[in-house]
């Protein structure tokens, strides 16, 4: 008999499992996406025959990859981020520290960035002011 969510859903018990088609579908991703993330061992879905079964927890991993990603992080960032989460005893606060540090800094990037595209909105915004003034005056010369 071939696999089936329903067969991955019996060997889980209460919380139901995703094929990777369901969990690429519900994170908005595509299939291959998930695999290289767990190829990369950030995400390690279960076995049920050949096929990939996504728990609620490797859902959750996932978004917090996205996130990462989108906010600028490195995969190795990302997989230390995720490893802080996984081992949530006390011992862990120089890693804690060692993550917000690597937060600072994206976010003093980032408003370093914002600040530079601030900047070149005003000039381009006075460049564009400028042009029409002589238009204007070649309208009217």
Do not use: C, W
């Not at 050949?50 to 997989?79: D, N, P, V, W």
């Not at 005893?89 to 980032?110: A, D, P, S």
């Amino acid at each position: 008999m071939p696999d089936s969510v329903a067969n991955m859903n019996e060997a889980q018990g209460s919380d139901p499992l995703k094929s990777i088609a369901e969990a690429a579908e519900a994170l908005g991703v595509t299939q291959r996406t998930l695999r290289f993330y767990e190829d990369k061992g950030l995400i390690s879905p279960q076995r049920v025959g050949t096929m990939r079964a996504y728990s609620k927890r490797e859902m959750g991993r996932m978004q917090l990859i996205m996130r990462g990603k989108r906010l600028g992080f490195s995969i190795r960032e990302i997989g230390e981020f995720l490893s802080l989460y996984d081992n949530e005893e006390g011992g862990k606060v120089e890693q804690m520290r060692h993550l917000q540090n690597q937060i600072h800094q994206r976010l003093t990037e980032l408003e370093e960035h914002r600040d530079a595209i601030d900047q070149t909105i005003r000039e381009l915004k006075q460049m564009h002011t400028e042009a029409q003034e002589r238009i204007d005056t070649m309208d009217h010369g």
